[in-house]
């Protein structure tokens, strides 16, 4: 079969690799679709010190049961997502039901073989644990494929408790910006906010989330605009959805008393800057992290889809599994929100 193989540095290649078989408590599957995450466009662009090559990345798919092993309460021909980050099941976090901390995490497309591929093995534990969530016949192979990053989000705003009124500011407008957004006002946000530097996301995000105020991060006085929308007072919530350690900094400064932060979007090594405690301190701010997500979190990610609650589709852009290369340089240049590519 045909995999996108990650070998090191910045090297990437469409190799013929084994077509994978399902041991005892194994399943293979079809990757009907796949989604490039932007931990992907990352190592596309930097490379990764983290990932032991060769390896096939990707994690964010809709699957197709096609062999089931021994053991394996699965049929052919279903569809599935799976939650990628994997669990021991054993460990202090795995008991209180955060898999996603988990104390030896391994995950599709990091510790196992990712979904830039014509089929790929369904992991044991993957199985075993529960992973594995049953597609609607009503939500779309490309829309399912692009779920889970929606479960990351549910994740991170679990923790900022978004109430009816709050006045909500995300930093960037990629698909998960926008994503976010969307569900700030399915939580009852007054207003949300999109501050994004870039003037194609800006236009994107005005249409992709019309309910939303979309102002440009790049003019020196955009935060006393933000606090004009507002009222003065500053906001509720600040959700930091892109890689800018100063978006970390001046979002705590937006925030009203007993304000809530997630720091959402991960940062490069050498873009790090130091917040400023004392506004922690006297204003009683949380500070938030979040890293995946949980199965609870993806199924509830998949249910706001095929309810129509959520709009996916519309962020889409679908490539070919041989025009990948194209499908990330569409990320770079912001021509795509969220691009998939089908084997």
């Known amino acids: 079969m045909k995999a996108y193989v990650y070998h090191g540095e910045t090297n990437f290649s469409i190799d013929e ?39 096939t990345i990707g994690h964010e798919a809709c699957y197709e049961i096609t062999q089931v092993g021994s053991g394996v309460d699965l049929k052919q021909g279903e569809r599935y997502i799976i939650a990628p980050a994997i669990g021991c099941g054993e460990c202090k976090s795995c008991k209180k039901g955060r ?30 644990g529960g992973y594995l969530i049953k597609v609607p016949d009503s939500v779309s192979d490309e829309a399912a494929s ?21 006045n909500v500011v995300i930093y960037g407008a990629g698909y998960l910006g ?14 949300v906010i999109i501050a994004e530097i870039s003037s194609k996301r800006r236009e994107k995000a005005k249409k992709f989330v019309p309910n939303a105020r979309v102002i440009d ?26 890689p800018a350690g100063i978006t970390h900094k001046q979002g ?10 997630s720091l959402f979007g991960g940062l490069p090594g050498d873009n ?53 290369e194209t499908a990330f340089q569409s990320l770079i240049d912001e021509t795509a929100e969220k691009t998939v590519v089908v084997p």
């Open 17 to 55: 690799v084994v077509t994978p078989t399902a041991g005892q408590g194994e399943a293979a599957a079809k990757i009907l679709c796949a989604s490039i995450c932007g931990t992907d466009l990352r190592t596309y662009r930097f490379g990764s010190a983290k990932l032991k090559t060769p390896i």
């Open 99 to 128: 898999t996603n901390m988990c104390d030896t995490l391994q995950t599709i497309g990091f510790q196992y073989p990712g979904t830039f591929a014509e089929y790929i093995k369904i992991p044991k534990k993957a199985i075993e």
């Open 146 to 166: 692009v779920v889970e990053p929606v479960a990351c989000a549910i994740n991170a705003q679990s923790f900022l408790k978004i109430e009816e009124g709050d």
């Open 178 to 191: 926008c994503i976010h957004a969307e569900l700030a006002f399915m939580q009852g946000a007054n207003k």
């Open 217 to 242: 991060s790049g003019d020196k006085e955009y935060m006393d605009e933000i606090r004009e929308i507002v009222g003065g007072a500053g906001v509720d919530v600040v959700i930091t959805a892109c």
């Open 252 to 261: 705590l400064e937006l925030l009203y008393k007993n304000g809530r932060i």
């Open 272 to 324: 790090n800057y130091h917040l400023d405690s004392n506004l922690i301190h006297y204003k009683e701010v949380g500070v938030f992290g979040a890293h995946a997500s949980t199965v609870a979190q993806n199924k509830q990610a998949l249910d706001a889809v095929a309810s129509g609650a959520l709009d996916v589709e519309k962020y889409i852009s679908a490539f070919a599994l041989k025009d990948i």
